[in-house]
Nanobody, 121 residues
Framework: QVQLVESGGGLMQPGGSLRLSCAAS????????MGWYRQVPGKQRELVAE???????KYADFVKGRFTISRDNTKNTVALQMNSLKPEDTAVYYC???????????????WGQGTLVTVSA
């Protein structure tokens, strides 16, 4: 089965930086998009950033100017560089993959297990 492996989470003081990485493996023919979402207990999961097959990006308003999403198409990986971290960035961050298994196959979606980011003084 297709899996996502996330890394890079941890504890950081406000104003610091962290870099999250996500690697996809399995029977992936092509990637439609990859993205990062985050969730706080009791709240809905929300989009942080995503990048499409064509390289177009989308960012949530609360991270614009601070976070940058990038990808390496040859390795099926996506990274999220998080700068100027704030306490309200504290959440579990999930990697998301939308992909195809064949040229005329359907689209599928898979989630990573999540990595905890804690921003506190």
């Amino acid at each position: 089965q297709v899996q996502l492996v996330e890394s890079g989470g941890g504890l950081m003081q406000p104003g610091g930086s962290l870099r999250l990485s996500c690697a996809a493996s399995g029977s992936i023919f092509s990637i439609n998009s990859m993205g990062w979402y985050r969730q706080v207990p009791g709240k809905q999961r929300e989009l942080v950033a995503e990048i499409t097959e064509g390289g177009r990006t989308k960012y949530a308003d609360f991270v614009k100017g601070r976070f940058t999403i990038s990808r390496d198409n040859t390795k099926n990986t996506v990274a999220l560089q998080m700068n100027s971290l704030k306490p309200e960035d504290t959440a579990v961050y999930y990697c998301n993959l939308d992909y195809r298994v064949a040229t005329y196959g359907g689209n599928f979606e898979v989630w990573g297990q999540g990595t905890l980011v804690t921003v506190s003084a």
